[in-house]
């Protein structure tokens, strides 16, 4: 197994990291994509609310209240039993708690990436994708105001402790050039 994190700000492009990523699996090394809103989601489900109703504003304070009950490493913790499960190529993506990037480095081989975008160029994905509940109407003050919670704010403190950074504000194609090249020079060999 080979396990990677993905660390970035909302809309840098994490996920299509993952996708591509995805594309380049064979039967003997298969890509498993996690992500940790995924893990607050599960959570969220099991009480009753509808996964496509809950806002980020939402899992944030959900993360936030299980650190403060549970401890720190707690949403760590999680992940790193939900990375256990797999085998190939583990993606998790989301890291963004101080705890999370060395629960990933406890893995061997690991490889911590920061995947990143100006600002502005995040703010439109975010709005354009739609993906948790508000983000079509957000306005650009409430985007910069959720870059400063709790959970998004060591983000990119991390990201300096990547082994690779992409800064994601061109197409599609570059970043899959970018990811494609990551993979037979990082990727593909660890697995080996």
Do not use: W
Not at 56 to 68: N, S
Not at 77 to 99: A, S
Not at 144 to 159: M, S
Not at 179 to 190: S, T, Y
């Amino acid at each position: 197994m080979i396990v990677i994190g993905l660390v970035g700000e909302k809309g840098g492009g994490k996920g299509k990291v993952a996708e591509i990523l995805k594309t380049l699996q064979t039967p003997k090394l298969p890509v498993t994509h996690l992500r940790s809103s995924d893990l607050l989601l599960e959570i969220a489900g099991l009480v009753g609310i509808c996964p496509k109703k809950v806002s980020r504003a939402q899992l944030i304070r959900l993360a936030v209240d299980l650190v403060k009950n549970f401890g720190e490493g707690c949403i760590s913790e999680g992940m790193r039993r939900k990375i256990n499960r797999h085998d190939g190529i583990v993606i998790f993506d989301g890291i963004r708690l101080p705890t999370d990037a060395p629960m990933i480095r406890n893995f061997s081989p690991n490889l911590l990436i920061y995947v990143t975008a100006d600002t502005i160029v995040r703010f439109e994905r975010v709005r354009k994708r739609k993906e948790k509940a508000g983000e079509g109407s957000m306005t650009y003050e409430q985007f910069l105001v959720e870059e400063n919670l709790e959970t998004e704010r060591h983000i990119p403190e991390i990201g300096k402790t990547a082994d690779i950074r992409i800064n994601n504000n061109g197409t599609y194609h570059d970043l899959r050039s970018r990811v494609i090249q990551i993979f037979h020079e990082n990727i593909k060999h660890a697995s080996d």
